[in-house]
């Protein structure tokens, strides 16, 4: 079954603990995106990658961190930093050569609560 | 600044009632539009979106959108919607300033019978 896949569905975080969402795709897409939504304010992008072992940041990378070392795999580590981190996760990736015209495919999601 | 508006947070609406979802944008360049639906703890679905030519736009499950460049718009509409409709709809744009999508913050639509 090809698509991207995102574990865990939930997650559950200690206040001050690191936690890693994972982002796998067979779709061989070069471009992976994060982004993070909260009610009533829509996605906002955190991090993504154009190619392998590159990355940029977003329009709200502090407190977050991802790494790029394979195509399929495009991980977030949502650390003790960031200040509000409950929230929905969206991973997603783009067809063709990631320019603007080419659609954005996204995982199911994971989300994420700090007790 | 670049940004989208959904100008409604919950549309609701009969079963087999037509609707209109409003989105309108703010850019200084050409922009490439979508319309995505999110379904209940799931992921985001595009439904269509507007590159270039002819500004209506037909999707999937029987939704269609114009673009209006004079006025800076991109609705979405239907013209029979099931219950099966509801969810929550995104709209959104790039352009070849930056790689990622900036989305609107979204229209509930709640379909009743």
């Known amino acids: 079954d090809g698509g991207i896949t995102q574990s865990p569905k939930y997650l559950f975080r200690k206040e001050g603990q690191n936690v890693t969402l994972s982002c796998e795709q067979n779709?061989?897409?070069?471009?992976m995106y994060w982004y993070r939504q909260d009610p009533g304010q829509g996605l906002r992008l955190i991090y993504y990658?154009?190619?392998?072992?590159?990355?940029q940041k977003g329009d709200i990378a502090e407190g977050y961190s991802v790494s790029r070392e394979k195509k399929e795999s495009f991980p977030l580590t949502v650390t003790s930093a960031q200040k509000n981190p409950t929230a929905f996760y969206l991973c997603a990736t783009r067809a063709g050569s990631g320019s603007s015209t080419d659609t954005q495919y996204f995982g199911p999601g994971t989300r994420l609560t700090v007790l | 600044a670049q940004s989208v508006t959904q100008l409604d947070s919950q549309v609701p609406v009969f079963e087999e009632a037509p609707v209109e979802l409003r989105c309108n944008y703010s850019?200084?360049?050409?922009?490439?539009l979508f319309w995505y639906v999110q379904y209940p703890n799931q992921g985001l679905q595009l439904l269509l979106k507007?590159?270039?030519?002819?500004?209506l736009v037909k999707g999937i499950n029987g939704f269609e959108a114009e673009f209006n460049k004079s006025q800076t718009s991109f609705h979405l509409r239907k013209p029979s919607v099931h219950i099966s409709d509801t969810a929550e709809y995104f709209c959104a744009f790039s352009n070849t300033g930056r790689r990622a999508l900036t989305f609107g913050s979204g229209t509930r639509l709640q379909v009743q019978p």
């Open positions: 507007y590159l270039s030519g002819s500004t």
């Open positions: 990658s154009q190619i392998v072992n590159d990355f």
């Open positions: 850019s200084s360049v050409s922009v490439y």
């Open positions: 779709l061989n897409h070069d471009a």
